[in-house]
């Protein structure tokens, strides 16, 4: 995982997660969670509407250089890729529609891992009080209010979003609010020929553990995908440090630059994680 920077560019940011429509939204849904405390529905129903979220999708993927928010794998070549909501629509409703709460990932950390779970260290992020009575000027006066508008400041300021982050402390990583590098380390394996990531220091075991456990960042097929990276990094870094052909030696440096450091890179965190460390030779 690495770290993410929202790309909010006024010329191409998608148009309906700002302004008039944002608060529209934010209205639809606090209109059905009166309902809901009500008893009219039992709860807000998001069927068939996947095709608001979607609108994000090009802009994230952008944000995340095509790569996987989560596992930082490629996945456009074989699939479509979701637009994962950080927290789960089914409990933070009011953040459904959301810009800042959206991310680009692959189906398999999204709905075969992940799905609605939200561990947190404290339940302190409520949505809005809706009571069964609440007036339509109330539910007005609060639209447009719920989250972060992107481009003008009618929301919730992002500073305000962080801060309320860091209080509820979810037990997973927001690549756009933590920075991944201060919670993952990896081991590599020649036995079993695959690298494990795991937590970078005891202070951060619980939230790097839990983030691991929730995107299943440890599955099978990733912990072989890693290994493979690193045979070939090895073998680069090698050359880059050791060969005695000059001109050998700096072609590896521009290797290491651009193929497996730069953000850009399929599992560029596991790469970074490796560049200041010794490399261990092959055994
Ligand atoms: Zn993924």
Same mark, same amino acid.
């Given at each position: ?17 700002t302004g008039v429509n944002r ?5 639809? !849904? ?14 807000? =129903? ?14 994230? !993927? ?19 890729? =979701? ?52 007036? =339509? ?14 481009l003008d ?6 500073? %305000? ?12 990583? =927001? ?23 795991? %937590? ?55 290797? !290491? ?27």
């Amino acid at each position: 995982m690495r770290k993410l920077n929202r790309q909010i560019d006024p010329t191409t940011f998608p148009v309906q997660f700002t302004g008039v429509n944002r608060r529209n939204w934010e209205l639809e !849904l606090l209109k059905e969670a009166r309902r809901v405390r009500r008893k009219e529905i039992k709860k807000i =129903d998001f069927r068939g509407k996947s095709n608001r979220w979607k609108n994000a999708k090009d802009n994230l !993927l952008s944000e995340s250089l095509n790569k996987c928010a989560y596992c930082e794998c490629y996945f456009r070549t074989v699939a479509y890729g =979701d637009v994962e909501h950080y927290r789960p629509k089914s409990k933070y409703w009011w953040l459904a529609y959301s810009y800042y709460n959206y991310s680009a990932s692959c189906q398999l950390c999204n709905q075969k891992y992940k799905k609605a779970k939200f561990p947190n260290t404290s339940a302190s992020y409520s949505g809005p009080v809706i009571r069964r009575n609440s007036s =339509d000027e109330y539910l007005l006066r609060t639209a447009g209010k719920l989250s972060v508008d992107p481009l003008d400041n009618s929301g919730i300021t992002i500073t %305000e979003f962080k801060r309320i982050h860091k209080k509820e402390r979810p037990l997973s990583i =927001d690549p756009y609010i933590d920075n991944p590098s201060k919670y993952f380390g990896y081991k590599h394996d020649d036995r079993t020929r695959e690298v494990l990531i795991k %937590e970078k220091s005891s202070s951060k075991k619980e939230i790097a553990e839990s983030a691991i456990d929730l995107f299943g960042l440890n599955r099978k097929e990733l912990r072989d995908l890693r290994y493979r990276g690193l045979l070939t990094y090895r073998f680069i870094r090698d050359a880059s440090e050791n060969s005695i052909d000059q001109n050998r030696k700096e072609g590896a440096k521009l290797i !290491l630059e651009t193929e497996y450091y730069s953000d850009e890179a399929e599992f560029s965190g596991m790469y970074n994680y490796f560049k200041n460390r010794k490399l261990i030779p092959f055994t």
